[in-house]
């Protein structure tokens, strides 16, 4: 995943700006950036040259913020097509499975097809071809045998659990960024209240 280059703010005084550089905290496994939770504000506006203003600061956390919905709602998409696809892989495995135990046991399967809206016919599948033809879309399907099927279809089902799992880590990973960078957002708003406050009196 690319990461923005830079998130620019700017106030009639201020000349400074603040890269992604200075509020993240390096990377997880799949290069999403962590948020920087910033303990000092007065200290960590005070190390840019002006000092950050209230501005500056809220605008940066607020675009990075917006950033990490983005990657939220992408990561939830796909996380939801994964969890459609694995039964659908499993599904097709135990049928495969099924056929092969048919075959080995030189018996054949009677099944139904659909014909038509609530319509359905019988049908005798011979099991002893040992064949099967996968869909694997874009119009294309392949003949395996029983046993490529099975692997191939393995595969599909390892990786696509590995990706699921790595999405799970990764959209809970962006949630924890997303109330840091809103606890960041809120104790600058804070601490610039408590400012105005102590020169006000």
Same mark, same amino acid.
């Given at each position: ?5 830079? $998130?620019?703010a700017?106030?009639?005084e ?5 890269s992604?550089?200075?509020? $993240? ?6 290069? $999403?950036?962590a948020?920087?939770? &910033?303990?000092d ?5 005070s ?8 501005q500056?600061? &809220?605008?940066a956390?607020?675009?990075l ?5 983005q990657i939220?709602a992408?990561l ?9 696809? $694995?039964?659908?892989? *499993?599904?097709?495995? +135990? ?10 046991? =030189? *018996? ?7 014909l ?9 599948v ?13 119009? /294309? ?15 599909? =089902?390892?990786s696509a659990k #590995?990706?699921? #799992?790595?999405?799970? =880590?990764?959209l809970?990973? /962006? +949630? ?6 809103e606890?960041?957002?809120? +104790?600058?708003?804070?601490?610039? /209240? ?8």
């Amino acid at each position: 995943m690319s990461n923005p280059s830079v $998130i620019e703010a700017s106030h009639q005084e201020d000349v400074a700006n603040i890269s992604v550089e200075h509020i $993240i905290d390096g990377k997880n496994e799949r290069d $999403i950036p962590a948020t920087r939770f &910033i303990e000092d504000i007065e200290m960590f506006s005070s190390s840019f040259n002006p000092p950050a203003s209230v501005q500056l600061l &809220i605008g940066a956390f607020s675009d990075l913020f917006g950033k990490f919905k983005q990657i939220e709602a992408q990561l939830s998409e796909k996380k939801m097509s994964f969890e459609e696809k $694995i039964p659908d892989i *499993e599904k097709s495995l +135990r049928l495969i499975e099924h056929l092969k135990d048919k075959k080995d046991a =030189e *018996e054949s399967v009677i099944t139904r097809y659909p014909l038509a809206d609530t319509v359905y016919a019988k049908a005798e599948v011979d099991c002893a071809q040992g064949v099967v033809n996968l869909w694997l879309g874009a119009n /294309v399907m392949v003949e395996y045998s029983y046993e490529e099927a099975l692997e191939f279809l393995g595969s599909k =089902e390892k990786s696509a659990k #590995k990706q699921l #799992k790595e999405m799970t =880590e990764d959209l809970a990973f /962006v +949630r924890n960024q997303i109330i840091t960078c809103e606890v960041n957002i809120s +104790r600058v708003y804070n601490w610039d /209240v408590r400012k105005r406050r102590i020169a006000g009196q």
